[in-house]
């Protein structure tokens, strides 16, 4: 990642490039610094919504074209809204990078937000969260965020509650489209078979007219300093119980984000998400602890990367007679490991080595390499990328075993679990 | 038509050799990347069970790294681990497969490891006894989940109880919990061999040195006596294709299940295998009817039109056996009937009439223009390589295969979706909240 260029145009856009001559395709992203965290109350789905919105009509657009128009030169094209930004991209042909910016550039300011596209539209996420409520860990994950987070944003999910997603006006999602959607407000980031100097004067073309916009106030609240471990349980029909027991974690712009990369990766595996890992290595503590032994089907773990500060989080999906206490002290004794022993030097090593590799194989793509430079500059800077394998090389035992007592603490605790229960409620 | 890959994948550039115990390897040379891909494939899939036995390959697959004549489970993963390298086997209906990534200079490690599986598993009985609870579980899991209920049950009124594309690939709670280490242990024994098997390695390596790392290794796996051959597998698709009788009338089955708000419909039809003649019309027409876009001519109606769901796309499965060409949607129960009724008006239209000259254009182009993307990754370009082993496209293939699209008329999409939809008897299954009024 030593050849990113950076670029800026007059009104505020950022421009990240990377050529990458390896396959005649190219991929451009374009980030938006909205998502959950910028949703005042009763405005939960907002973003997502807009994002669905996107697609629809523009001044030029009708519904289906921008479909048409990628994958009619075998193209791809989608978008995705998290917590702290949204994101649409197209990756392409080398030769037809345009249509991505004449598209782009369209509903950066365009998007019409037909008052019949809406309501049609509202039915089609009111569905999407309905999906969504078929797994046991989306219900999960929704009690335990807003047990965690009584102020901050991140209390609430992505999609939106029902209540909201049911009351919100086309005028509310226009205006949040408003707030958010311009240059000043983006990031561009290009990565595949092109000339970057071509490319940006292209991307000026398309996008240097457009007024700068005055940066959104922040509706996020500082989340106060939770002082009193928390507890949730959800009682719902389910094939199996999930335990998800997390701990308030600091911002990623923190000192302290990399040793707890590093107390991730001794737990479960290599830094995931932005940065190329995932999944559970089988030989990880957690892993050893409850899946070789048979305790449990299956775990993970992973660190919030996120503008503000998030959670760091341990998921046990046990088998469907598991008993929940002895599975939620067990990972309370895996805590408690590292709170009391330093890992060896050896073990540090590893993780270093292990994170080189998985990454050098997930970010084989171009958009892959995309989505780490976007997502890590919507946190805090892409550079980060640059400087991972050094960051952790120079975290030391200590360091992990500090940040475990530093975070990984009682006062600091959420505990949610879901526990199947027959449609009364009743236990299974 | 021109894909516009960078990749030549074609009979000079993928060494193909045939090593000394019946084994096939295809090694395509990507100096580009720093790392290597390996995937197979071989026979024992589903086929080569019983519906007594339905599970029986799945779990045999998943146990057989869980300790060998020479390394542990836990050495097994150290190895792996310690060079952030990764090697997974599982089984699907009609073959078993692995997978494995790592640095180029790791592959020997992939090879190495792979063999010893495959050739030496103990099947130890304590880790049987825990990957069988782990599949207990995921069946547990599909039983609550609309879409795989849907999904199971569409396959099993389908193909009947006599074919192993009727029943799903991981079996039922029933049969997985009776299954012994024993039984896994006799289910290798018949079922892994080497004469099926096709290797393809892609990456930043030398193809004569790993013909010769895949001599050492996967070529020195020796049969067991009476194992399966390559000549079997294909008897054993030969039988799990046989063809059934169609119903006579549409069959509708609504699953309840308990806490769930929305509801999942699979309905679809018994389609064609991968090397009919009309595959590259049928993909045409697939992707005109339930792909192009966001779900093409059916996710138009569905989602963007009547606002009914958040997905609606069809799908026309290839494979070395006849597979449905089905449409799937996740809809609120209150508008099911409306979701199924727009589905089937979509189908019988393509079906009545060719697509227009425009729609016709941008599909095919879509079909071959995204092989470029396809081939981007070195797990792809493997992934490619075992497609065209499988279906015995040659290795030339992906220059032909322009063309092959290039060359399907606006008829040619009526004819293959009116030979497969045009029938009247549908198969419908719906999963999710108790529907009322039905």
Known sequence: MDDVREHALANGLAVLTREVRTAPIATFFI????????????????????????????????????????????????????????AYHETLPAEHLDLALEIESDRMLNAVFDPDDVEAERTVIISEREGHEAS????????????????????????????????????????????????????????????????????????????????????AEREPAQDEARRVEVHHPGPFPVLMLCHHTPERTHADCAPLLVLNALLSGPPSGPFGGGGTLRTSRLYQRFVASGIAASVGADVGVNIDPSLHRVVVILHPSGAPEPIEEAVLDEIRRLHDEAPSQAELDRVVRQTYAKRAIALESVTAQAVQLGMLEMAASWRL???????????????????????????????????PAAANGAAA | MTSGSRHAINADSVARHTLQNGATLLVYPNPASPSVAIGAYHAAGAVLETRETAGLASLTADALSRGTQYRTYLEFSEELDRVGASLAFHADTEYAALGGRALAEDLELLLTLSTDVLANPTFPNDEVGRVREQTMTVLAHAEDNPGSRASRRF?????????????????????????????????????????????????????????????RTIGAWAPAPGAVTKSGWREALAAADAPRAAPAEPRREDIAIEGKTQTEFLLGWMGIRRTDPSYYATIVANFILGQLGLGGRIGSNVRDTQGLAYHASSYAVPGLTRQPWSIRAGINPANVDRAIEASLKEARQLADTPPDDEELRLSKQALVGSLPLRLERNDGIANILLMMERYELGLDYLGVYPDLVDAVTADDVRDATAAVVANPAYTLVTAGPELRGV
């Open chain 1, 31 to 86: 980030w938006y610094r909205v998502g959950a965290r910028d949703e005042p109350q009763g405005m939960s789905g907002a973003s997502h919504w807009v994002e669905h919105m996107m697609f629809k009509r523009t001044q030029k657009l009708a519904p289906g074209d921008i479909g048409r128009m990628v994958e009619g030169v075998g193209g791809t094209f989608n978008a995705f809204t998290y917590e702290d930004a949204t």
């Open chain 1, 136 to 219: 046991p860990m989306f219900r999960l994950m929704e009690a335990v965020e807003s047990t965690a987070f009584k102020v901050h944003p991140y209390g609430h999910g992505v999609i939106g509650s029902k209540t909201d997603l049911r009351s919100m006006t086309r005028d509310d999602l226009f205006g949040h489209y408003q707030r958010h959607y311009g240059p000043g407000n983006a990031v561009i980031v290009a990565v595949g078979d092109f000339a970057t100097d071509d490319l940006v004067t292209r991307i000026d073309q398309h996008f240097g007219g457009f007024p700068a916009i005055s940066q959104p106030t922040s509706v």
């Open chain 1, 385 to 419: 990328a640059q400087t991972l394998t050094d960051d952790l090389r120079r975290v030391t035992p200590a360091d992990v075993q500090r940040v475990a007592r530093t975070y990984l603490r009682e006062p600091a605790r959420v505990t949610g679990w879901f526990l």
């Open chain 2, 155 to 215: 396959r099993e009124l389908l193909y009947g109880p006599s074919s192993p594309n009727g029943w799903p690939e991981d079996g039922y709670a029933a049969t997985v919990r009776e299954f012994q280490a024993d039984d896994l242990r006799k289910f290798h024994a018949r079922a892994y061999a080497p004469g099926s098997l096709v290797l393809a390695a892609v990456g930043a390596v030398d193809p004569p040195a790993v013909r010769d790392l895949a001599e």
